[in-house]
């Protein structure tokens, strides 16, 4: 027997009802297909919108970082400023994995410049991204790489350096914001000078070269930061000048600063001392003063004397010499030697007002220094030229210029006298300024000679150097505060040119409020506290800057030699 | 018929082959000038490298630093005028062995030959430089160590141990004749059984180097005073 099982017959849909459904799959067929077409033509369009409006990937970051800016080089090539990639650490607190704790403990192991509660901060904080660390070593980078945490990234950003750190700081200057001003821009010294030039796409391929040397500058900071603490002084300063180019060769103020770290710096050490401070520079005013009577014939003859047996009454003012020196009467030689503000004055009053301001205009102590840096002072310019004001102005009180108008003033004493702006940029060989005769070839002649012989004789004894026949003059000038001159602080300075017999460099050094040691005497003057940081300078880096020490040569002194009475005793250079 | 094909055919495949040409020529372009601008990344990069490389070396090597260590470790002090001489002729003046002479650098004596050298070590600085070559003899040893000998005499001396060791030179040994002495600035120092280059690994300046800088450095500065 055969069983037939039939599978039932389905109940067919009818015809209508099959169109439909063809349709509404066709209606969703298309709508998908217009989706997708949507997607192309947006992919499409942005394509196109970034093609024609969009640059490429990276140019606007190297355009707008005001951190890729030139270099700043010393005049044998050295860089002092640079821009490099450094490794900054960022931490994106939202990804991190690990227990925040014990990871901010381990930062703070391996990064002591903060504790594991400020990086606990950091790993805790709502934001998407903040920075832990600029300016990291590679070694440390990979330290912390090896903490394993993905939250903490790590990229290469560009960064101002200044590999010196604090030398010549305040001659570069720094870049960074300021309280009204967020922009990155140069702030002092060369880097604010020559901002355009140096963030200049265009122009920052090519290094800005500078006068300075930076063998010299690291020399003066050197001695000059020595002597500052030795002698506990607020302030100091000091310049080497090439006499023939006005190039600076070294530009120091000390307190200074680290231009890589400005957090906590003072407006103390930003203030650069050379050429925004002024004093009154004492009897370093002395040379040019006489300088200015030999070039006016008002002194023909150096063996012509002065009274110098007593204080000089003008008016109601008493000009004193100091207790040490001879009460005689002194001739143009000994005047300096000896440093007598008596006859300085007397020869001052016969030169008269006109004469002195002359020279003083036209060593430029009329206006602000002459150099790039936008940080300049003018000088105090005596409101009323009395009687008293030319003779005070001759050893150098009543006028305050900054030390770089004192070095140029000296440069132009010894070079032929020829006055140059001073400049911080390099000078190619050749193409100095012409500059402007201010005394004559004989005046120069006859100052190399004094100040040869005020280092050999008098007061600067501690500011030569074996060999490099250094001339010089030192000066003690009084600070005038509230209430008149301050006998206890001074201003020690030494301006000092060598080698005498064909000056190049000009050194001047100046030490602010120094205070006695046991070595000194407890004497605050210049002979013994500037005087002998110029010495040490020049000692050691005459022979870099090209001068060969040779004890066999010297400028020919033997004429005014005569001329200046020992005495009995030698009487000790207590004096300015 | 058929010929037609194949011809309709080669014209195809040459169309493709030269299309193929076509093609291929900007596709090499493209990858050269990919692997130039490769390059170049890399050198910018290498660039980088070597500046940021610079710049450490010159942090870490500030001048303030050097003169740091200076003043802790080394203390040298600036040449003073007596140490420079004007020209030529004052350097072939200068006589090292006088009393107040001028100091060398370092001094180092000939090293003791073998035992068939029989050279006694000399001393002396005397410039040697006739006399050297031939000082495997005692005798030229002999000769020029007495500097108060005229010069005449002495050159009469070497010449006969010149002969006397043109006679003797078949028995000589093969080992070339040392220089009687020298002074470490001119001449590179005899290599020592430690190995100094070895321990350039190790130390630039080993021990020893700087411990002469520093003796050196405070006996200038003693005779200075």
């Known amino acids: 027997m055969t069983t037939f099982v039939a599978r039932p017959v389905p109940a067919r849909r009818g015809n209508e009802q099959r169109h439909a459904l063809v349709a509404v799959a066709h209606v969703r067929l298309m709508m998908l297909m217009l989706l997708i077409m949507a997607g192309f033509l947006l992919v499409i369009g942005r394509i196109a919108i970034l093609g024609i409006l969009g640059t490429p990937a990276g140019a606007a970051n190297l355009a707008v970082n005001p951190q890729v800016r030139g270099d700043i080089l010393d005049r044998n090539g050295q860089p002092l400023a640079r821009t490099i990639d450094a490794w900054t650490i960022g931490v994106r607190p939202a990804q991190l994995l690990g227990d925040r704790q014990a990871l901010a403990d381990s930062l703070a192991r391996i990064m002591p410049g903060h504790d594991s509660s400020w990086y606990l901060q ?212 000994e005047t300096l030697v000896y440093s007598s503000n008596v006859v300085t004055a007397q020869i001052a009053d016969r030169m008269g007002k006109d004469r002195m301001a002359a020279m003083f205009t036209a ?159 407890g004497l605050t003057t210049a002979a013994w506290n500037a005087a002998p940081v110029v010495g040490r300078v020049i000692s050691r880096t005459g022979a870099l800057l090209g001068v060969t020490p040779d004890t066999s040569r010297d400028i020919d002194v033997s004429q005014l030699l005569p001329l200046v009475w020992t005495g009995e005793k030698k009487p000790v250079p207590t004096a300015e | 018929m058929l010929g037609l094909a194949w011809k309709s055919l080669g014209w195809f495949l040459a169309s493709v082959a030269v299309a193929l040409g076509f093609l291929l020529v900007p596709l090499q372009v493209a990858a050269e000038r990919k692997k130039l601008d490769r390059t170049v990344v890399e050198i910018a990069r290498a660039e980088r490298e070597i500046r940021a490389l610079e710049t450490e070396f010159d942090t870490r090597a500030s001048l303030a630093q050097l003169d740091k260590w200076n003043a802790e470790k080394l203390g040298l002090v600036a040449p003073s005028a007596g140490q420079f001489v004007a020209d030529e002729a004052a350097l072939a003046a200068l006589e090292p062995s006088a009393p107040n002479g001028p100091q060398l650098a370092s001094f180092v004596p000939l090293a003791p030959l073998s035992a068939e050298g029989q050279v006694a070590p000399v001393t002396t600085a005397v410039t040697t430089t006739k006399a050297a070559p031939v000082a495997a003899a005692p005798l030229a040893v002999a000769a020029v160590t007495t500097t108060a000998t005229p010069v005449a005499r002495v050159q009469n001396a070497v010449v006969p141990t010149r002969a006397l060791i043109a006679k003797a030179k078949p028995t000589t040994t093969s080992r070339p004749a040392a220089p009687v002495a020298r002074t470490a600035m001119a001449a590179v120092a005899p290599p020592k059984p430690r190995a100094a280059v070895a321990m350039l690994d190790r130390a630039l300046l080993d021990d020893s180097m700087i411990g002469d800088l520093r003796s050196g450095a405070r006996a200038e500065s003693r005779s200075r005073r």
Do not use: C
Request: aromatic share 8%.
């Open chain 1, 363 to 521: 060593l430029g102590f009329g206006e602000r220094p002459a150099t790039e840096l936008r940080e300049r002072a003018g000088p105090i310019w005596p409101r009323y030229w009395g009687r008293t004001t030319v003779m005070t102005t001759a050893y150098g009180h009543g006028i305050a210029v900054t030390p770089l108008h004192l070095a140029n003033a000296y440069a132009t004493l010894v070079n032929g006298g020829i006055y140059r702006p001073t400049t911080l940029l390099k000078v190619a060989p050749g193409a100095a300024p012409k500059g402007r005769r201010v005394l004559t070839e004989a005046t120069s002649a006859r100052m190399r000679q004094l100040l040869r012989l005020v280092v050999l004789l008098g007061t600067g004894r501690k500011g030569d150097a074996v060999g490099y026949r250094v001339g010089g003059k030192t000066g003690t000038g009084e600070i005038a505060g509230a209430g008149g001159y301050s006998r206890s602080k001074n201003v020690s300075t030494f301006a000092a040119a060598f080698p005498m017999d064909a000056p190049r460099y000009v050194v001047v050094a100046m030490l602010d409020s120094p205070n006695g040691t046991k070595e000194t005497y």
């Open chain 1, 122 to 333: 950091r790993l805790t904080m709502r934001g998407k991204f903040t920075y832990l660390d600029k300016h990291a070593s590679p070694d440390l980078v990979n330290q912390i790489h090896a903490l394993g945490e993905p939250g903490i990234v790590f990229a290469r950003e560009p960064e101002r350096l200044y590999p010196q750190s604090t030398m010549a700081a305040h001659v570069l200057g720094y870049i960074g914001p300021t309280a009204t001003d967020a922009h990155i821009a140069g702030r002092a010294g060369i880097e604010r000078a020559f901002d355009e030039r140096l963030s200049d796409p265009r122009r920052r391929g090519e290094p800005i070269s500078l006068s300075i040397d930076a063998r010299v500058q690291a020399a003066m900071e050197s001695e000059l930061g020595r002597a500052m603490t030795n002698f506990k002084a607020k302030a100091a300063t000091g310049v080497v000048l090439d006499v023939h180019t006005g190039e600076i060769i070294s530009m120091v103020s000390l307190p200074v600063y680290n231009p890589n770290k400005l957090t906590g710096t003072s407006s103390d050490a930003l203030r650069n001392n050379v050429t925004q401070s002024v004093y009154e520079l004492g009897s370093t005013f002395k040379p040019i003063a006489i300088a200015a009577a030999i070039n006016d014939g008002v002194i023909t003859d150096m063996t012509r004397r002065f009274d110098a047996t007593k204080p000089l009454k003008v008016g109601r003012f008493t000009i004193h010499d100091d207790r040490g020196d001879p009460k005689r009467w002194l001739n143009i030689p």
